[in-house]
């Protein structure tokens, strides 16, 4: 028997697999697909397949620009809870870490497809039958504007996860002062199970 075996799968498909249809794509992935897909018709009626590539050509410098801040991010979050925060997460009936570590992956996932899909349609799109070009072009945005706006998401789920460190910390500083009482799990924020002490 391996032994990586018992050990937790980890991966971008996984994560996206384990989340909910709604906690995917709302509102993240409706928006992307209104402003994305909607707003790439307009484009690609009004411009030529070279105006396209630079374009994508200026998306792929951006995508790896945002690959770079997620994975930053992704790599200070395993780095920095303290064991305390990390016991609290590990209670939650949703996962735990792993659960609270998913969107990141899935923010990663995107960027690297962004990365990947927008330097093939830079190097081969005007080679593409036209229908595969406008759909690959189409394609793109809606990876963009959603990996755009799941970075947004990811802030907004860092800051909660901020305060919750900070209440944590009081907490602590409080357990230290009267030994003997200890706090009681909080709800943490994304997670959909309440947990007790």
Excluded at 106 to 124: E, F, M, P, W
Excluded at 133 to 150: K, N, P, V
Aim: hydrophobic share 50%; proline share 5%.
């Amino acid at each position: 028997m391996s032994p990586d075996a018992d050990l937790p799968k980890i991966g971008v498909w996984r994560a996206v697999g384990e989340f909910k249809f709604k906690e995917l794509f709302w509102p993240e992935g409706l928006c992307a697909l209104v402003i994305g897909v909607g707003g790439s018709i307009p484009i690609i009626a009004t411009t030529k397949v070279v105006d396209r590539a630079a374009a994508a050509g200026d998306l792929l410098i951006l995508s790896g620009a945002f690959l770079a801040v997620v994975f930053t991010a992704l790599a200070i979050l395993v780095s920095l809870p303290s064991s305390s925060y990390l016991r609290l997460l590990g209670a939650t009936s949703d996962g735990g870490m792993r659960r609270f570590l998913d969107p990141f992956l899935i923010a990663v996932g995107t960027q690297i497809a962004i990365v990947l899909l927008a330097l093939t349609y830079r190097l081969v799109g005007a080679d593409l039958p036209r229908w595969i070009e406008h759909a690959s072009f189409g394609l793109i945005s809606f990876l963009f504007i959603f990996g755009l706006l799941d970075i947004a998401a990811l802030a907004r789920q860092l800051v909660r996860h901020g305060l919750n460190r900070a209440e944590d910390a009081a907490d602590d500083q409080l357990d230290q002062g009267h030994p003997g009482q200890s706090t009681s799990l909080r709800r943490l924020p994304g997670s959909t199970g309440r947990t007790g002490k």
